[in-house]
Each structure stands twice: as structure tokens, then as C-alpha cells.
């Protein structure tokens, strides 16, 4: 991939890559000898993303995307931390990725589990709690005219929230790019049972 592609140009690819996984059409990826000897050198990739570690959430196969891709930084719930962020900040500053996607998706069960806290003081272990702890705010700002699909509702509330932070509360290192234009930041849902990827705010 031509390190000149803009973010739309980027957010192009990736969804038609969705498309075609919608489709079941075949992919086909950069993962021969070949193409491993070459990023062994250097990685190119074309976006970076904040995804959940949820083993049926797997960026490269949604999108189509081959080795050396797509930088992704996993944890569970797609949460802000410490890691993520210096992560991206690596991703934009060192790599000179276009894009970054927050991805939430459909029955999280970190966001499941973080409103069992809120909701019904259900209690976990202190290391769980640490990680559950960035989805609160989500879960308490959805209100409660969302009882009836909260999981669904805090999962996708937690995606803009993380990505208005990453707008404009970011360090300079991720808000100087997006004020250039050369860095855009975007929320995605993906919903489990069809395989689509709903782009948020576009």
C-alpha cells in the first residue's frame, strides 16, 4: 500500500473489504514468502485499530485486509488506557497511519460485565475491575430508556466517547494531524450475527 493514501481513501478500502466479507467473496492477502520477507524490513500499515479482544471480533478478516495491514491495539471493551493510546500515538507518529477506527461491537461482554457492576454491584476480580472501569461512564450516560438493549446501546456510547476523546482530548502527537487533515479518528459497531461494520457519526 502507497503510504500517500488519505484517510477517505483508507476508510474506502476498508469498507468495501466489509462488502465483500458480507458477500463471502474470496480475499485475497498479502501473506506469501515473499510479502513476509518484505515488512520483516519495515511495517506500512494503513489504519490503526482500538478493537475488543473479543476472539469473534477479528479486524483483518472483516476487512479484508492481509499481513502488515491494519496496526491493532486490542483489550476488552475497546477502552482507552494508557497502552492504547501511547499504542496509537506509535501508530500515527512512527508508522504514519491515515486512520484510526474504534470498533465496538455487537454483545460485548466486557461492557455485559460492566453494567452487572453498575447495575447490579456485581463484583470482580481487582484486575478485571481495572479493566472494566474506562466503560462506566458509557453505561451511566445511555439512561435509562435503554434498559430494554443497554449492553448494545453502552457498547456503541463507549465508541464515541472513546473516539470525542481521541478528537479533542488527545495529545498534540494525535490532535496536530487531525487539525492537518493527514489523521481522521472514526467509531464502527460491528454486529455479530450479520458481519456488517456500522460506521458511527459518518
Not at 35 to 50: D, E, F, G, T, W
Not at 109 to 134: C, M, T
Amino acid at each position: 500500500m502507497t503510504l500517500s493514501m488519505t484517510p477517505d481513501d483508507v476508510l474506502a478500502l476498508l469498507k468495501e473489504g466489509n462488502r465483500r466479507f458480507l458477500s463471502d467473496e474470496p480475499i485475497t492477502v498479502q501473506a506469501s514468502r515473499m510479502s513476509r520477507l518484505r515488512m520483516a524490513a519495515a511495517q506500512h500499515p494503513i489504519a490503526a485499530y482500538l478493537s475488543c479482544s473479543d476472539s469473534r471480533v477479528a479486524p483483518e478478516l472483516l476487512f479484508g485486509r492481509g499481513l502488515g495491514e491494519l496496526f491493532i491495539v486490542r483489550n476488552a471493551g475497546n477502552s482507552l488506557c494508557s497502552t492504547a493510546i501511547g499504542s496509537l500515538e506509535f501508530a500515527v507518529t512512527a508508522l504514519g497511519v491515515p486512520l484510526i477506527v474504534v470498533m465496538g461491537h455487537e454483545n460485548c461482554g466486557a461492557v455485559r460485565a460492566a453494567v452487572s457492576v453498575v447495575k447490579e454491584h456485581y463484583g470482580f476480580s481487582a484486575n478485571i475491575n481495572k479493566v472494566l472501569q474506562p466503560l462506566y461512564p458509557a453505561i451511566m450516560e445511555v439512561g435509562e430508556d435503554s434498559q430494554h438493549d443497554l449492553v448494545n446501546t453502552a457498547a456503541r456510547h463507549n465508541v464515541q466517547r472513546v473516539v470525542r476523546e481521541l478528537q479533542d482530548e488527545a495529545s498534540p502527537a494525535l490532535r496536530r494531524p487531525q487539525e492537518l487533515g493527514t489523521l481522521k479518528v472514526v467509531g464502527a459497531f460491528y454486529e455479530l450475527g450479520s458481519g456488517e461494520v456500522e460506521w458511527l457519526d459518518l
